[in-house]
């Protein structure tokens, strides 16, 4: 069954008969509203949308809560009626992001980091490293000591550590270093 929605939190208001339900929609007045109707009648064939729903309420909490019920999509067509500009701006740019990670290559049902970026950039444009957890443990316990030893001199910014990470034909050497010079290698040398 194809349905449309429109939302909108004065939709029976009287005073705004320009934000009543048009025909043919199916009306809701908050996040909550919409996405009931879509529990029972499935994913909408094109949205109307209102930014501001009443209270703390946007049409940006709908729309998280939809991406997370449908990741997959599709998403429907839609149009925004709201007269909130920056509100507009965010359910563009919202849904064309949303619109976008559905391209994206994955593996495994696991998006890549730098699949994401070469994809949003275009080409290789960056490389990601990461640590596992007995990494981060050891990269915790070593802060931890050096935070105790080195108490309120962290520098303007915090900047106390650093991480460098060193890919080598057979594997990515991880350090961190305090700067006080004190350094710890993390690099997982078993998965070599």
Known sequence: MT?????????????TPARHTPEGFVGAKSSEEALTLIHERGLPSFMDLDHDLGGDDTVMRF??????????????????HTENVVGAKSIEAFLR?????????????????????????????????????DAATKIRAFKEEH????????GAIGGRFTFSFTPTTLFTRVDSTCACGAEIDVTDYGSV
């Open 3 to 15: 349905w449309k929605l429109w939302l909108d939190d004065q939709l029976d208001d009287p005073a």
């Open 63 to 80: 729309l998280h809560q939809l991406t997370g019920l449908h990741p997959e999509g599709p998403i429907p067509e839609y149009r925004m």
């Open 97 to 133: 992001s949303w619109k976008k990670s559905l391209s994206l290559p994955t593996l495994s049902g696991y998006v890549r980091p730098e699949d994401i970026l070469s994809f949003v950039y275009g080409g290789s444009v960056a490389a990601v490293f990461t640590f596992d957890s």
């Open 147 to 154: 935070n105790k030893l080195h108490k309120g001199r962290d």
